[in-house]
């Protein structure tokens, strides 16, 4: 089992930056990829960002140039650097986990951003 819990969520003003970060605890050996999802209000949970544990990347066409993940894969711990928020980002943030063989694995319980205008 592995549990991950994030942090960094938070209110800013557009144009302004967050840094989430999500670590890893547990069957940590089994993990491979990590990376991030957001879910605002009424729409569907979408894919933000993912890194592979050899640091492929891969990025919503939405937050390509504005977002940077990155892994730390000695403390466990994956990060998702926001810059140049918009209203648009708010949503809730979870972090997830991927298995060989099972993606989406494991999910973090979510961090709010709200980006006001």
């Known amino acids: 089992q592995v549990r991950l819990v994030e942090s960094g969520g938070g209110l800013v003003q557009a144009g302004e930056s967050l840094r989430l970060s999500c670590t890893a605890s547990?069957?940590?050996?089994?993990?491979?990829?990590m990376g991030w999802y957001r879910q605002a209000p009424g729409k569907q949970r979408e894919l933000v960002a993912t890194i592979s544990r050899g640091g492929n990347t891969n990025y919503a066409d939405s937050v390509k140039v504005r977002f940077t993940i990155s892994r730390d894969n000695a403390k466990d711990t994956v990060f998702l650097q926001m810059n140049t928020l918009k209203p648009e980002d708010t949503a809730v943030y979870y972090c997830?986990?991927?298995?060989?063989?099972?993606?989406?694995?494991?999910w973090g319980p979510g961090t709010q951003v709200t980006v006001s205008s």
């Open positions: 547990g069957s940590v050996v089994s993990v491979t990829a």
């Open positions: 997830f986990a991927d298995r060989r063989g099972f993606p989406r694995d494991f």
